[in-house]
C-alpha cells in the first residue's frame, strides 16, 4: 500500500507530494542519532542532568482523517534506555501536513520506568521534508526548566529486516520458586516472535522482541479453543564474554505482554548466561526464562525455547499449529 500526503501551497510554490510504501502496519526503529535527557535547562540552573541513548521501536498506522493532515497512529512504543535500565512504552499519534508550509507534530503518552503516564509533545513545527523519515524533540515542559526530553529519530524497517523465531518445546510455569515450596503446573507454550537488530558493538548486540503471537495451551488438549492468547513486545539483549568477565557470554529479556486481554504485565529474565563457553546456538536458537517476580517464591514464568526461521516476519498474524511444539513458518 502507499500512503500519498498532499500538500497545497500557496500560488507560486509547487505541489509537493511525500509517499511511503509499506504495509498498513509499520515498524519503526529508532537510530542512533536519538537520546534522552533530564534535568534542568533555560532559563533555570541546576547540577543535576542526566542523558542515556535511546534504542528501540514503534508501530504505526494510518489514523484519523484530517483535511490538511495526515494522521498516523503510533502504538507499541518499545523503547530502552540503556544507561539507566529503564524501559518506556506509551502510544500517542504524528501529524505531518499544513496549510501554507510543512508542518509535523509528534505526541506521546508514555510511561518512563515505573513513573506513571506523562505526556511529551513537540508542538507542531515547520519540517517533515524527510519523512517517512522522522525527527523531532518531544517533552513534557517544552524544555523549559526542569524537564524530561526525548530526541526522536526514526525510520521505517524493511520486513525483511525482522528475524523470525517459532517456539519449540516451550511452556508456562506457575508456582514456587527460590525459598517457596509448592508444585509447579506447566502448560505447553506455542507460537513466534521476531527479533530486529537496534544497536551493534563489539560488546554485544540489542534486540527489538516484536510481534509476540504467543497461545498457553491447556495440557489436556490439543486445540487452541481454550487456550490463553498472548502478545506483546520487549528487548532482548546480549554482551559478549570480556576480559573483566572472560566466564562467558550473557543475556536478558525483558518483555510487556498482555495475557488473555489484560496487562500488559512485564516479564524480566534478569541478567543470565548465553549458553555455556564456546556454545553457538545464539542467534540459531533462542533458550530463556522470563519472569513476573524475578523467580521469587509464588511466579509466572515463560520458559522459551525458539528457533531461529528462515521464512520472513508476516506482521500481526498468528500462525500456531495445534500441536504440543512448534509453529509453521511465516509465509
Known amino acids: 500500500m502507499v500512503f500519498s500526503l498532499l500538500l497545497f501551497l500557496p500560488a507560486g510554490l509547487a505541489l509537493a507530494q511525500t509517499t511511503i510504501s509499506s504495509t498498513p502496519d509499520q515498524i519503526y526503529r529508532l537510530t542512533p542519532r536519538s537520546s534522552f535527557e533530564e534535568g534542568c535547562f533555560d532559563p533555570c540552573l541546576c547540577f543535576a542532568h542526566f542523558s542515556d541513548a535511546l534504542i528501540g521501536t514503534w508501530r504505526m498506522t494510518p489514523g484519523a482523517l484530517d483535511p490538511r493532515f495526515r494522521v498516523y497512529d503510533i502504538t507499541d512504543v518499545n523503547w530502552f534506555l540503556p544507561g539507566l535500565d529503564l524501559r518506556v512504552t506509551g502510544k500517542g499519534t504524528y501529524r505531518i501536513g499544513g496549510e501554507f508550509a510543512l508542518m509535523h507534530q509528534l505526541a506521546l503518552d508514555l510511561v518512563v520506568g515505573d513513573r506513571p503516564v506523562q505526556h511529551f509533545d513537540s508542538g507542531l513545527v515547520l519540517g517533515g521534508a524527510e519523512f517517512p523519515e522522522i525527527n523531532l524533540t518531544i517533552s513534557i515542559n517544552n524544555m523549559v526548566c526542569h524537564d524530561t526530553v526525548f530526541h526522536v529519530s526514526a525510520a521505517p524497517v524493511l520486513l525483511r529486516e525482522i528475524v523470525p523465531y517459532s517456539l519449540q518445546g516451550s511452556s508456562y510455569n506457575e508456582g514456587c520458586y527460590g525459598p517457596c515450596d509448592c508444585a509447579i503446573v506447566s502448560r505447553p507454550l506455542i507460537g513466534r516472535f521476531g527479533l530486529l537488530t537496534l544497536r551493534a558493538s563489539d560488546t554485544g548486540i540489542d534486540y527489538a522482541v516484536l510481534d509476540i503471537r504467543w497461545a498457553v495451551r491447556d495440557a489436556s488438549t490439543l486445540t487452541l479453543s481454550t487456550a490463553t492468547l498472548v502478545n506483546g513486545y520487549g528487548v532482548y539483549l546480549t554482551r559478549a564474554a570480556t576480559i573483566a568477565d572472560p566466564a562467558g557470554s550473557t543475556q536478558r529479556m525483558i518483555l510487556d505482554l498482555?495475557?488473555?486481554?489484560?496487562?500488559?504485565?512485564?516479564?524480566?529474565?534478569?541478567?543470565?548466561?548465553?549458553?555455556?563457553?564456546?556454545?553457538?546456538?545464539?542467534?540459531?536458537?533462542?533458550?530463556?526464562?522470563?519472569?513476573?517476580?524475578?523467580?521469587?517464591c509464588y511466579d509466572n514464568v515463560y520458559s522459551i525455547h525458539a528457533k531461529r526461521r528462515t521464512a520472513m516476519m508476516t506482521p500481526g498474524t498468528v500462525d500456531t499449529e495445534p500441536t504440543p511444539i512448534g509453529v509453521k513458518p511465516a509465509p
Open 258 to 296: 498482555i495475557e488473555g486481554g489484560k496487562g500488559p504485565t512485564r516479564f524480566d529474565s534478569g541478567l543470565v548466561p548465553l549458553g555455556a563457553p564456546g556454545d553457538e546456538r545464539f542467534p540459531l536458537r533462542v533458550d530463556i526464562d522470563v519472569a513476573e517476580h524475578g523467580f521469587a
